[in-house]
């Protein structure tokens, strides 16, 4: 295997895994702190330029999180990187205040992201996906981190840093019955939706009964693209839920997802923050916004009218098998309490099931020897800091991975700025603060 070794001589001050808008904020927080503090930081991102969920970057979708939560304004409203200012620069403000909302289209702050990325053009190196970190040693310490990067040109690249910072996202949640099929071309995850179904309709590969999996936001918009799109699909909802949900975005309720409340849960005992998240789901998980579900009722309604049955939604369904038939896939499923099984034959499925956040410990599993745990499991600082021991000196922070210490808001957009500021803050004012070691109950996702 070819290994290019680069920056052999001098390593990084900071490298950041993934540039979505975690490492946007952060690179956005570092340059407004100085230039210096953004100068030896280099982003490697695995696509080939910037895209923020570009696969569900569907017609019509709007953003579930207020514009004024963009990557900067909690942190500093005068920020020239906010999403009024990126109007302001296309011409287009007037026009956006005119339309007299707070939730852009998902095209458009995608647009905004890009427009915020193109400028840290010469700190990110795009098609470069790390598939490694190891610990670079010197008479028993861990001095630096090399990682291992991957590009369409090399197999093997390796790269050294000082400091991490891990902003990959989620990764697709496949469910049991369908891991042996995920390389089945007739099973999409939701994250890769647009770019195979344009495959599918490229190929005039024939399509008839389709079967989204899922009761959530995506399930909902893809189900609700399918219909609009393919008048003559037959379309199936299968969901282990009993209803589709709205999600609640009450102003009560949304407090949870103010900067001020990721230290209330923080400080809580490990079962009284899980409790609160448990109660507070139905602002994020297997929900959805309330306009998409009525027109999904409506469909169905109508088709009582019409007698069609081209749409079926079966909640409390379950798809406990799958079988790859030469024509299409089986799927057995079983209904509510009863043991009775019956079958569904589909042309394809889509998986609206979710991320699973464990990309980030999964690329730093050689440094788990080095990190400091609490029943096994690595603890995570206030300021997001991976928790190490004497030995290790590279800090290496997670942005997106700490929900179960830092909340609900940790996967989202809602808190962006003020966590890239504590990062910022924690990286500048060097290894980790005696107030970083205080007893923490803090965990991180697995
Ligand atoms: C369809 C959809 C819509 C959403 N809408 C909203 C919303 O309206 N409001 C909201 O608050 N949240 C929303 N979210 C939640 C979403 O997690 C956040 O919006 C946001 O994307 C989080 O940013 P991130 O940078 O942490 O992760 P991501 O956006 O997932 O970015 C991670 C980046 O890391 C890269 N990467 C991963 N692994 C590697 C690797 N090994 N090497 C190099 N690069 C790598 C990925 O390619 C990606 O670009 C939505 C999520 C989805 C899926």
């Known amino acids: 295997m070819e290994v290019q070794h680069m920056h052999t001589l001098e ?165 049991q019955a369908f891991a042996p099929h995920r390389d089945n071309d007739r099973v999409i995850h939701s994250s890769d939706y647009l770019r195979r179904m344009d495959e599918i309709i490229r190929q005039n590969r024939p399509l008839r009964r389709v079967a989204v999996i899922g009761a959530g936001q995506s399930a909902a918009e893809i189900f609700h693209d399918l219909g609009n799109r393919f008048g003559h699909l037959e379309l199936s909802l299968i969901s282990r839920c009993r209803s589709m949900k709205p999600s609640d975005d009450s102003p009560f309720v949304n407090e949870i997802f103010n900067p001020e409340y990721t230290d209330y849960l923080y400080d809580r005992q490990d079962s009284q923050r899980q409790s609160l998240m448990e109660e507070y789901r139905n602002t994020n998980y297997s929900v959805v916004d309330m306009p998409l579900l009525e027109t999904l009722f409506q469909w169905r309604y109508q088709q009582q009218i019409t007698g069609e049955t081209r749409l079926s939604f079966m909640f409390d369904t379950r798809v406990e098998q799958v079988e790859a038939r030469d024509n299409g896939l089986q799927l057995a499923l079983s209904s509510g309490e009863s043991t009775a099984m019956q079958t569904l034959d589909v042309d394809l499925v889509i998986l609206a099931t979710g991320y699973r956040r464990d990309g980030a410990t999964r690329m730093l599993e050689a440094i788990q020897p080095y990190l400091a745990t609490q029943d096994g499991t690595p603890q995570v600082t206030r300021q997001y800091e991976l928790q190490t021991d004497d030995r290790f000196e590279p800090r290496i922070y997670l942005q997106g991975a700490c929900e179960r210490s830092h909340g609900l808001s940790d996967t989202l957009l809602s808190v962006l700025p003020t966590r890239a500021q504590e990062i910022a803050q924690s990286l500048a004012a060097g290894s980790q603060s005696p107030a970083a070691h205080k007893p923490i109950n803090a965990r991180i996702s697995a």
């Open 11 to 175: 390593p990084y001050d900071l490298v950041g895994v993934g540039f979505g808008p975690s490492n946007l904020s952060l690179a956005i927080a570092l340059a407004e702190a100085g230039e210096a503090r953004l100068g030896n930081t280099l982003f490697l991102e695995q696509q080939p330029g910037f895209c923020w969920h570009g696969s569900m970057l569907l017609e019509g979708s709007t953003m579930q999180i207020s514009f004024l939560k963009d990557l900067v304004s909690l942190r500093n409203p005068r920020s020239r990187f906010s999403f009024i200012n990126y109007l302001h620069e296309q011409g287009r403000l007037s026009d956006f205040i005119n339309l007299q909302t707070f939730f852009p289209t998902r095209l458009e702050f995608n647009d905004y992201l890009r427009w915020s990325a193109d400028k840290f053009a010469d700190n990110c190196r795009y098609n470069s996906r790390v598939t490694s970190v190891s610990p670079i040693l010197e008479q028993g310490r861990v001095t630096e981190l090399e990682l291992s990067v991957e590009t369409p040109e090399r197999p093997t690249t390796r790269i050294r840093a000082r400091n991490l910072v891990m902003g990959v996202g989620g990764r697709p949640n496949i469910p």
